[in-house]
């Protein structure tokens, strides 16, 4: 299976099984879109014709009307080439993946290494966009003990196998409106991490009202990454992130945000916004973060109901597409211009990215993942808190649902039949389940917006691949 | 018209990966940055030993 695509002046080609990555020229891609429909006559006349026609680059053009021979001899040795590749497992490579998918997660059958943990179900913003219902969960507001979190941990430290690096994000609502509780779990995972033979990686997700110097010194020492929330310019963050009297946050946050990000000192950390209805042109918003100081840049599409009023229409799909394009070329223009910045989405490294275990096995969601609420309860993922027909166990009992659990284990990118001839499936390894249950009733299905996004992302960051390897 | 016509990019094969691949070690998909539009693909590997 191959994926060909033309993007900011470059013929790519993606040979998905193997990953190997073609930047060709005209008369290769051509070559290569007819290889196994044509064979080399079909494809020299073929080829002649459509060039001798005008049809293509100048110069192939009159290579193709002044000596037809020659132009032919030439075709031909771009097919021989092509046969090279496809021969060197670099083209055309079929998929054998399949029996793999599951291999991974049956041979990690029990083991947890990642946890959301959910230490305040209760926000000091009213967004009005918010998945998690304001913090709520659609339930009632709730704060994680001490003890319920220092169970969490000891429950991942118990089935962890043997994994070493074990991640907890603090997460909400507002998981600064718990700010103690953070910092005591934070000290007791410290304390028992060496004897246990792990690493804990924290991270801290927050939308700034409650950060002060404690929290910045707090979150430099300790959390391998922060997501600060911020949605950009100033009218577009206050339209929803407003506190309970109303009043925008944007003025509140952003000095607290660039001051946090200062003295990070180049730690790990991602100014993550949320675009709708009302700003499919996100790259304005990116900008703006540019402005403000900030490099580490991670903007996501709403998740919601298609009904709602800021929900994505089809129409701002389009202008969304269009928008990835346009960030992908300003990062090669502020690259050129010593000013580079990262956007998560792109970060694809084509050397040294993830394993084909990792890319068919899905998101770890409910097995190795999970979710904790304030009273302990487990869910595969903090977008499934609150569906009660999701809850997994509780971290006393461990999973005791193991019916659902095993639907999660099942699923994986070769378990969704949409995604089967799908180019990017190696890329997404089937999406959001709790995207793909929204959208489709099951976590085998699809959520075709979120695919149409996630390709467009992938083609650009595959572009800028090309782009940074024609620089060298 | 000789000319080169491909330039492959250097990329991890994804086939030979299977061979060592699978420590589990990598970050969990979504814990990074977006909890909402999870993809795999700018996953860091942890095992320096499989590439």
Known sequence: ?472 | MERKHINTLSTRNLCSSAKNGGCGECQTSCQSACKTSCGIANQSCENKESK
């Not at chain 1, 044509?38 to 290579?63: H, I, T």
């Not at chain 1, 929330?229 to 009218?235: I, N, V």
């Open chain 1, 1 to 472: 299976m191959i994926h060909q695509f033309k993007l900011n002046g470059y013929n790519i080609v993606l040979d998905v099984i193997s990953g190997a990555v073609h930047v060709v020229d005209e008369l290769a891609y051509d070559v290569i879109e007819r290889f196994e429909t044509q064979s080399l006559p079909q494809m020299q006349e073929d080829l002649l014709a459509k060039y001798a026609g005008g049809d293509g680059p100048a110069d192939f053009c009159a290579a193709a009307k002044e000596d037809p021979q020659d132009f032919k001899a030439e075709v031909a040795a771009v097919h021989g080439e092509v046969q090279a590749l496809k021969d060197a497992g670099q083209l055309f490579t079929p998929d054998s993946f399949a029996p793999l998918a599951g291999e991974f997660k049956e041979r990690s059958k029990g083991i947890v290494k990642a946890l959301c943990l959910h230490v305040a179900h209760t926000c000091n913003l009213n967004c009005e966009y918010c998945f998690a219902s304001q913090g709520k969960f659609h339930g009632e507001r709730a704060i994680m003990s001490f003890e319920v979190g220092k169970r969490a941990l000891d429950f991942l430290v118990e089935n962890s196998g043997t994994r070493r690096n074990l991640e907890v994000d603090f997460f909400g609502g507002e998981p600064l409106m718990n700010f103690d509780v953070v910092k005591q779990l934070v000290a007791y995972a410290r304390s028992i991490e060496k004897q246990a033979g792990k690493n804990f990686r924290f991270t801290l997700t927050t939308n700034g009202m409650l950060v002060d110097d404690d929290v910045i010194d707090f979150a430099n020492r300790e959390c391998h990454n922060v997501v600060l929330s911020l949605d950009g310019r100033k009218e577009v963050h206050d339209r929803y992130r407003v506190d309970y009297a109303g009043h925008g946050s944007w003025e509140k946050i952003v000095p607290k945000f660039q001051h946090f990000v200062e003295k990070r000192g180049g730690r790990s950390y991602y100014m993550r916004g949320t675009f709708t209805h009302n700003n499919p042109d996100f790259l304005e918003d990116i900008k703006e973060m540019l402005r403000l100081g900030f490099t580490e840049l991670s903007m996501e599409p709403v998740v919601c109901p298609p009904g709602d009023p800021y929900a994505l229409t089809d129409a701002d799909i389009e202008i969304v597409k269009k928008q990835y394009e346009d960030l992908a070329k300003l990062m090669l223009e502020r690259e050129k211009a010593g000013k580079p910045f990262t956007f998560y989405h792109y970060m694809i490294d084509l050397n040294g990215g993830p394993c084909i275990y990792k890319r068919i096995s899905g998101c770890g969601s409910g097995t190795e993942y999970m979710a904790v609420t304030p009273w302990g309860d487990l869910y595969p993922c903090h977008q499934f808190v609150g569906d009660e027909a999701y809850k997994l166990g509780d971290i006393w009992a461990g999973v005791t649902n193991t019916a659902l659990q095993d639907e999660f284990m099942k699923c994986n990118v070769y378990a969704k039949k949409e995604c089967q001839d799908c180019w990017a499936k190696l890329y997404c390894s089937g999406g959001c389940a709790a995207n793909c249950l929204h959208a489709s009733g099951s976590i085998t299905g699809i959520y075709e917006q979120g695919c149409e996004l996630f390709k467009k992302r992938m083609e650009c960051a595959i572009m800028l691949a090309a782009a940074r390897a024609s620089e060298v």
